[in-house]
């Protein structure tokens, strides 16, 4: 399933002459190198901007600090800043963002451990973002929200 979901998503953008720019945070580059694993992603693939930290998302992606704060890391304000971020310090057409907490401690918010916020964006629109809810170890929460982005990638290329 991994590999069809990657090899669609690079299938669509390639057909859509789009590229595509990741900003990842507890997700540390899963779903680009599940990207990166299927031929042709360097037709697609502007790059990825893996940024684990708030200080990260800030110095990389030029998300306010003071937004962060009010919302939190794990926030739809903070994936929509990650979205346009990355978008802003690329060339490419469409980004895609994962924040959450993957524990198995949680980050001393009431955010619960599993929760990530995942974010889309296309060049000139607004950008979207969704919450999810996973169960599982901290590897098996990371390998679900990359997964689920590249899902919430193919519906947003879909309707573009």
């Not at 090899?7 to 789009?18: R, V």
């Not at 042709?40 to 990260?56: D, K, R």
């Not at 098996?140 to 879909?158: F, P, S, V, Y």
Request: hydrophobic fraction near 45%; charge should be neutral; glycine fraction near 12%.
């Amino acid at each position: 399933m991994t590999d069809a979901l990657a090899q669609g998503l690079i299938h669509k953008l390639s057909a859509a002459s789009k590229t595509l720019v990741l900003a990842e945070s507890c997700t540390a580059g899963l779903v680009a190198d599940l990207l990166a694993r299927i031929p042709g992603a360097s037709g697609v693939l502007w790059g990825s901007f893996v940024c684990y930290t708030g200080a990260a998302k800030t110095a990389m992606l030029g998300v306010a600090p003071d937004l962060i704060r009010q919302y939190g890391a794990v926030s739809r304000e903070t994936a929509c800043a990650m979205v346009q971020g990355a978008l802003a310090r690329s060339s490419a057409d469409m980004a895609v963002s994962v924040t959450g907490l993957a524990g198995p401690d949680g980050d001393g918010t009431s955010v619960p451990v599993g929760t990530v916020w995942i974010g889309t964006a296309v060049r000139g629109q607004e950008p979207a973002a969704s919450v999810f809810h996973y169960t599982g170890s901290r590897n098996d929460l990371r390998a679900a929200a990359a997964l689920t982005a590249l899902g919430e990638l193919i519906n947003r290329i879909t309707r573009s």
